[in-house]
């Protein structure tokens, strides 16, 4: 059993950066991690993956270049490096995590799910 809790989401302007965390309990080091979202109104999507080693990464189009994914498995703790933010980026973000890689990335499904964090851009 694998519990994750969000934090770090807030209010900023276009433009800005902001960074996400997702604290993991249980044996995180057997699972990939990854971060979605979901905006008012809309499903939710696939954001970014990160391999269980932390050596492979993933995004969707729309993050490419933009946002960072990376992980330090000693803390238990997946990032989620947020930088020039969009309006269209506002949406509550999920932390994820699945045995594996390929379901996070490719499928975008997970085994379990994070509460969620806010987080709003303002243009």
């Known amino acids: 059993q694998v519990q994750l809790v969000e934090s770090g989401g807030g209010l900023v302007q276009a433009g800005d950066s902001l960074r996400l965390s997702c604290v993991a309990s249980g044996r995180t080091r057997l699972y990939a991690m990854g971060w979605f979202r979901q905006a008012t109104g809309k499903e939710r999507e696939f954001v970014a993956a990160i391999s269980r080693s932390g050596a492979v990464p993933s995004y969707a189009d729309a993050v490419k270049g933009r946002f960072t994914i990376s992980r330090d498995n000693a803390g238990n703790t997946v990032y989620l490096q947020m930088t020039s933010l969009k309006p269209d980026d506002t949406a509550d973000y999920y932390c994820?995590?699945?045995?594996?890689?390929?379901?996070?990335?490719?499928?975008?499904?997970?085994?379990?799910w994070g509460r969620g964090t806010q987080v709003t851009v303002s243009s």
């Open positions: 994820a995590a699945a045995r594996d890689y390929g379901r996070l990335a490719d499928r975008h499904e997970s085994d379990y």
